[in-house]
Every structure is written in C-alpha cells, then in structure tokens.
C-alpha cells in the first residue's frame, strides 16, 4: 500500500500529470524518429539542429509569441539549408554544420543576455521545464507528435531504403532528395516537441540512447522502433520519479534513467555473446 | 505511355514517380553511345561506345579506377554522363526502375537492422507505392525470389549473421523480387571460395536464360574468360569488348593494364599474370 502511495503520490499535483504526459509522448515520439538518426549516423547533425533553433526560441519569447512557432522557423529552415550545404559544399560537411551550430546558439545565447531574467530563461531552454508545461502546450505536443508518427508509418520503407541502401532508392527511383529533407523535417518538428521536456542541449540524448539501446537487442527495424518507444517512456516515467523524490531537475533524469537503461543493456549484450560462444562472422569471411 | 523518346532522356519528376514505360521494340538492352564521365576534373570514361544486343552475361574487367563501377553505375542511372548517352531497352535509364545495381559487400551496413527478407522486400517498395505496407501477397514474391537463389530457410536470420555467398544471394533475390530486366553487380565474386563463385555464376546463368543480362564487374581474369559469354575491357577507354577468345588477347591486356601485368607464355598457351591490387609502377618484361 504504501509503495502504491508513493507511486501515485506524485501525481496528486496536476502539474506533475501534465508533464509526465509530455514527457510519455516526447519519450515515445523521440525514439522513434531517433532510430533513423542512430542508424543513418545522424546524431552530429540532430544535436547541431537543436542548437541551431535555439534563435528562432528566443526572438519569440523575446517578442511574445508562441515559442514553438519560433523554434519550428528556424528549425525546418536551419534543417533545409544545412541539408543543401552539406551536399555541395566547399568545406566538409561536418565543419558546414559545426560553423553553423555554434554560431546560431552563440546568437540565441546573445538575444537572451538582454534581459533580467538571463539565467532562469536559458536554464528552461537549455534543460527543459517540463513543470511548467501548460495544458496549451500538451495540445501542441499531442498533435505534432502525432504528425510525426503518422508521416513515418507512411513512408516507413522509403526511409528504410534511403537509410540502408541509398543506391537502390536511386535505381527504384524513388525521389531521395525530397525524402531526405521530409526527414529532416521531422527532425526539426520532433526537437521542437521535445524542447519544453528535455531542453536544448538534451534532446540528442532522447533521440540517440534509446534507440541505439534497441538496436543492441532486436534485429528488424520495426521492433527496434517499438522497443526504442518503451525504453523512452519508460524513462520519462522513473526520470520524473527520481526528480520528484530526489529532487533533481526533470530533463536530466530522465536522460540519466535512459543512459542508465543504455548501461544495463550493452553490459548483458557484452556477457550473453561473451558467453554463448556467439561468433558474428564478418561479411569478408565466407563459408 | 507511348512518348517521344527524347522525352525520357532526363527522366523529368513525371516519368519518376509514374510505371515504367514499354520497351521500345526490339530495342538492345543496353546501348552505351560515346559516353564520358567527368567528376571535378577527373576523367573516370571517356567515349565508350559498345551494345549489348541479347541477354547475355558480361564480364567488365580493368585495373583499379579503369571506371568500372562508375559504367556499372552509369548504366543503373546513379551517375548522370557528362556527355554521350546511355540506352537501357531503347529508354535512358532513369525511366526505368527493372535495373538492379548490386553493391559491392563493403558498401553494405550489415548491422543494419533488417532480416534476410526485408532486403528483399526492399526491391519491391517502388512497385508497393508510398503509404502501403507490404501484404501476404508481397512475402509471397519474396519467399519465391528467395526460394530461387536457395535461400528460403534463412529468411528470419539477420543479415549480419550470413556468410559471403549467403549475403550476395540476397542482394540477387532482392533483383529477382525488384523484377529487373538487368542486373548490374559490382565485384560480387571478391573474397567468396570457388563453390560459391559457381553458385553465383550459375544464377547469373539461370537470369541469362530467363532474359535478364548481366554485367559484373570483376578483376578476376581468368573468370571473365572462363564463365562469362562476353567481356568488356576497360581503362577509362573502352579496350575491347566481344567474346572472351577475341578480348583478352595478350595486346588488349597490356594496353589496358600497362605496366601492371605480366605475360608469358606457357605450354598451354600464353600464362597472364596479373596484380589488380596493386598500383605499382613496373615495367612489362
């Protein structure tokens, strides 16, 4: 009794019920999409779009607007024009990006020095608020998370294809450019969703742990997506309970619970193939 | 769909996203026209010309970087040419989507998270259409391709769990089930043991004799000349191309390997030595 006490017991304050709701669905909506930037090696990218939107947040805080629009602006234009440097460019891809990250958080960073309030206003961009998610924004993290979802179960098997065998996208001639940039636009929409949960300089984590704890124990894609969405939530419920009872700030417990999760699960994979005598053959090796 | 064929030679967004269209009748499966491939500078080919009339196998031999993959990759419509023109069955080849490109096994993530069957139900996700998730009917042609290239049983195993031959298998039944009218693969031979060669080889005889022709890039002379119909022997320029008999003569070789190829003659016939790997500067005796 008193262990269900405690479990329910933080959920007697109404703001605790909203953000552990957003938390559950930036848990789940997260993983998901961050198994394509796992397996297509992404995570450099997602975590410079991140900072990158980081302007766009703040001139609409700045000005009053709502700061989701702010961040998907910059977020979708940052993720077009990043996706059309990188692919002819005069420096390499990752310096293009790097230039461009630094320089735009650096920007946001500047914006936001202008006023009193400095150092509560970065700390909720950069580590999330999440209890201070209102039942307006809940709405807005449902439905585009939704949308999300939605745009990857239709065009589940283009984005596979794109990501395990660009030439053959290429011979069924599918249009892999306008896929690429569809990608990166749920890129852009899933660190907006994410911003109030985990904060700027989180959401990679949210979009790379628990996917690539998923792809250490199953073997199709699907199932990893799935598998990611649990582990994701999962975290953002025990994040939210060790926030509330150790008093630690949200966004970085549940990133630790996932972390935590990664941990757990690459020690039992290392043991379990250590001692199956398991053998992974090379593919140069040949039998 | 009957258009002009200059229509097709860009393959604009209409002709992308719609169903392929018919052959031109009688058409060659591939018709290569003075095709040169620049990149930044570098010239990969320069003014091949060659057709491949009927169903055939080809061997496309060379030293490293003659630009056999840049052709294979021509052909399939990965690379546009820089100037020439490429005809596959009388269209260019970006109106096609019957051309299968079959990489080479380094260029494949193996860790991927993908089953045996899912590579192959990949070939199919032009003909699935966006939106639609493949059906009962759709696993059914995917256990038929696999089931072909005797690879049914291993259907559920992750791809990183086969050996080389298993994996070039796949990637042939992911073609089978793309239902290519031509098949391109780059190097598939390298690394794998004799039996398993054989195993290849006879499904690209099998596809020959369906009516699929096959151009493999390989730099294994002494295959080329023993199980492929015809050869094609490159070196940025088109050296020769025919009948094995008539290309690999000891001329075309040093033309086409230079310095890197040593021939001497043998009580069988002429003996040719030759280190593909190695980019060394000797001198021919």
């Known amino acids: ?287 | 769909m009957k258009k002009a064929i200059s229509e097709h030679e860009h393959g604009g967004i209409g002709q992308v996203m719609g169903q392929p269209p018919a052959h031109v009748a009688d058409a060659p499966p591939v018709l290569v026209s003075d095709l040169s491939v620049r990149f930044d500078g570098t010239t990969a080919l320069e003014g091949v010309t060659f057709c491949i009339s009927e169903p055939t196998t080809m061997a496309v031999v060379g030293p490293n970087g003659a630009g056999k993959t840049t052709l294979l990759k021509v052909i399939a419509g990965i690379y546009p040419p820089s100037s020439g023109s490429v005809r596959v069955y009388g269209y260019g080849p970006v109106s096609h989507i019957c051309i299968a490109y079959v990489p080479q096994r380094t260029q494949v993530d193996w860790r991927f998270p993908v089953t045996v069957a899912d590579v192959v139900m990949m070939g199919r996700v032009k003909k699935l259409g966006p939106f639609r998730w493949p059906r009962k009917g759709d696993w059914a042609i995917v256990d038929h391709a696999l089931d072909r290239v005797g690879m049914v049983d291993l259907r559920q195993r992750h791809i990183r769990a086969l050996s080389g031959g298993q994996q070039q298998r796949v990637f042939l039944a992911r073609a089978l089930a793309q239902e290519a009218e031509i098949v391109m693969l780059d190097e598939p031979l390298t690394g794998l043991d004799a039996p398993t060669q054989q195993a290849i080889l006879s499904l690209l005889d099998e596809l020959r004799a369906d009516g699929v022709p096959s151009l493999v890039a390989t730099h294994d002379l002494s295959l080329a000349s023993e199980h492929f119909e015809r050869a094609l022997l490159l070196n940025h320029r088109l050296v020769a191309e025919g009948t094995p008999e008539h290309v690999f003569t000891s001329e075309n070789l040093q033309a086409a390997y230079r310095g890197s190829l040593h021939i001497v003659s043998g009580d069988a016939g002429p003996l040719v030595l030759a280190d593909t790997h190695c980019e060394g500067e000797e001198t021919a005796p």
Request: glycine share 10%.
């Open chain 1, 1 to 287: 009794m008193i262990l269900i006490q405690g479990l329910l017991e933080p959920f007697s304050h109404a703001f605790m019920v909203r953000g552990l709701a957003a938390a559950i669905m930036v848990g789940i909506v997260c993983p998901v999409l961050g198994t394509y930037v796992v397996l297509r090696g992404m995570a450099f990218f997602g975590d410079a779009l991140a900072h990158i939107v980081l302007p766009g947040v703040v001139l609409a805080f700045l000005l009053g607007w709502p700061v989701a629009i702010g961040a998907l602006a910059a977020g979708i234009s940052a993720a077009l024009v990043i996706g059309r440097l990188s692919q002819r460019g005069r420096v390499a891809e990752d310096t293009a990006i790097g230039v461009v990250f630094a320089g735009a958080f650096a920007l946001g960073v500047a914006m936001l020095s202008v006023r009193g309030s400095y150092a509560v206003d970065l700390t909720h961009i950069l580590f999330g608020d999440l209890l201070g998610v209102r039942g307006v924004d809940l709405w807005l993290i449902a439905g585009l998370g939704l949308g999300v979802l939605v745009t990857i179960a239709a065009f589940y098997k283009e984005f596979m294809v794109i990501s395990f065998d660009p030439l053959l996208a290429t011979t069924l001639r599918l249009p892999v450019t306008w896929l690429r940039n569809l990608m990166l636009v749920l890129l852009a929409v899933v660190i907006v969703v994410s911003l109030q949960a985990v904060g700027v300089a989180l959401v990679l984590a949210m979009l790379v742990t628990p996917a690539a704890t998923a792809t250490l124990i199953t073997r199709r894609l699907i199932w990893v997506m799935i598998l990611a969405a649990v582990i994701g939530a999962g975290s953002s419920l025990a994040g939210l309970y060790l926030s509330y009872y150790l008093n630690l700030a949200s966004g970085p417990a549940i990133v630790l619970a996932a972390t935590a999760v990664f941990g757990v699960v690459y020690a039992v994979v290392g043991r379990r193939d250590r001692t199956s005598g398991m053998i992974v053959r090379s593919p140069a090796s040949d039998g």
